[in-house]
C-alpha cells in the first residue's frame, strides 16, 4: 500500500512569490494535516481538512491556505512568501481525527530566497 | 510554558544502553503519539497511545493519564535508533509537538 505523497521534494522561490505544496493521503484516508517545522524549530500545526472541507487551523498569517480535493489530496497555498516562510513542511493523513494514528509523509522543503 | 515538555533534550548513549525520555503535557488529551524523525525529515509513526502501555519490537510507550505524562523506553539500544523522538498530544482537532529529544546511539 503507497504512503502518504508529497510534492514536491524541494523548492526554491524568492520573496514575495506564490508557493504550492502537494499531498496525496493512504488510500482510504480523509483527513490531512500540514505542518511546518522550521529550521530550529519545532512541528508546529498548520491546517487539517477533512471530506474537503477546513476543520481547523494554526497560529499562522491568512496568507497560508489550502484545500482539499474530492479525492481527498491537498494542496498547501504560502503566498506573498517570507524569508522567515523557509522550512519543511510536512503532510500527514488519518482515517479521520487526530485521535487516529496520523501517517507522514517525506516533506517539501522549502527554501525563500 | 510549553504545552508539551520533553526530557531530555539530547541524550547520548552507547549501544546496548536502556534509554528513556519523558514527555509531560498539560492540556486535555485524547490521544498521545509517539514520532520518530530521521536525519533529513522523514517522520514515522511510533505508538499512538490513550492508556496504559503498548510495545513494539524493543520499543515500549506507556501513558500514565492522571499525571499527564508518557515514557518512551528503547531497549539494548542500537546506533540505528540514532533519531529525534517527537511527543505529541492529540485533541479532537490538531497536534501539539514537544521540542523532540535527539538521540545518538554510539557503537
Known amino acids: 500500500e503507497a504512503g502518504v505523497t508529497q510534492s514536491p521534494t524541494h523548492l526554491i522561490k524568492t520573496r514575495g512569490q506564490q508557493a504550492t505544496l502537494r499531498c496525496s493521503p493512504i488510500?482510504?484516508?480523509?483527513?490531512v494535516y500540514w505542518y511546518q517545522q522550521a529550521l530550529g524549530l519545532g512541528l508546529q500545526f498548520l491546517l487539517w481538512?477533512?471530506?474537503?472541507?477546513?476543520?481547523n487551523r494554526g497560529n499562522f498569517p491568512p496568507r497560508f491556505s489550502g484545500r482539499q480535493f474530492p479525492n481527498y489530496s491537498s494542496e498547501l497555498n504560502v503566498n506573498a512568501l517570507e524569508l522567515e516562510d523557509s522550512a519543511l513542511y510536512l503532510c500527514?493523513?488519518?482515517?479521520?481525527?487526530?485521535?487516529?494514528?496520523?501517517?507522514f509523509g517525506p516533506g517539501t522543503r522549502l527554501t525563500v530566497l | 510554558k510549553n504545552e508539551v515538555e520533553q526530557s531530555p533534550q539530547n541524550l547520548t548513549a552507547q549501544e546496548g544502553e536502556f534509554i528513556t525520555i519523558n514527555c509531560s503535557y498539560s492540556?486535555?488529551?485524547?490521544?498521545l503519539h509517539w514520532l520518530q524523525q530521521h536525519p533529513g525529515g522523514g517522520i514515522v509513526s511510533l505508538f499512538m497511545?490513550?492508556?496504559g502501555k503498548k510495545k513494539h519490537g524493543r520499543l515500549i510507550a506507556t501513558i500514565n493519564i492522571q499525571e499527564k505524562h508518557s515514557s518512551l523506553h528503547i531497549t539494548a539500544s542500537h546506533p540505528r535508533d540514532s533519531a529525534v523522538y517527537i511527543c505529541?498530544?492529540?485533541?479532537?482537532?490538531?497536534?501539539?509537538f514537544g521540542t523532540g529529544t535527539r538521540l545518538q546511539v554510539f557503537p
Open positions: 492540556v486535555g488529551i485524547s490521544a
Open positions: 481538512y477533512d471530506e474537503g472541507e477546513e476543520r
Open positions: 497511545l490513550s492508556s
Open positions: 500527514a493523513s488519518s482515517f479521520r481525527t487526530s485521535a487516529d494514528t496520523q501517517y
Open positions: 488510500s482510504g484516508h480523509t483527513s
Open positions: 505529541a498530544v492529540g485533541d479532537t482537532d490538531k497536534l501539539i
